[in-house]
């Protein structure tokens, strides 16, 4: 979902009911590609929840005709084709495919790649995959 809703002060995302914060990775890059929009690009800090992950641009980045790209919300249940890449040279990224939710605003499926550009990544992405889909 594109600019899910978030606490003005922190950039932190709201809660959905019974989620459980595991973890915040500062330095992230998201890049979203979804036919028929400009390609969604920003730096900022990932989210990961027991159910989504969620990143938040730093700073908005305009798209025209008034709106920003703020934050995009990835849910995990809703994600396909989800690959943790380690390359030799370069930062360490998630890439795959997430469907839209109703109401998300987005008029097709969207490819993603998430990269860890401040070095390596969290444990707990090591431990468990984030796209491991929630009970």
Do not use: W
Not at 16 to 31: D, I, K, N, P
Not at 103 to 116: C, I, Q, R
Request: glycine residues 10%; charged residues 20%; contains cysteine.
């Amino acid at each position: 979902m594109l600019n899910p809703q978030m606490y003005s002060a922190t950039a932190q995302p709201l809660r959905v009911r019974g989620e459980q914060f595991l973890t915040v990775r500062e330095g992230m890059h998201c890049s979203v590609r979804v036919h028929g929009l400009p390609e969604l690009s920003a730096y900022g800090k990932l989210f990961l929840t027991h159910v989504r992950i969620v990143f938040a641009a730093a700073k908005p980045v305009p798209l025209g005709g008034g709106q920003s790209f703020r934050a995009f919300d990835f849910p995990l249940n809703s994600l396909s084709n989800e690959r943790f890449n380690q390359p030799i040279f370069g930062a360490n990224n998630l890439t795959g495919t997430v469907q839209p939710l109703p109401g998300s605003g987005l008029p097709g499926p969207a490819e993603f790649k998430l990269t860890f550009k401040e070095g390596g990544c969290e444990p707990r992405f090591r431990r468990r995959r984030p796209c491991d889909k929630a009970d």
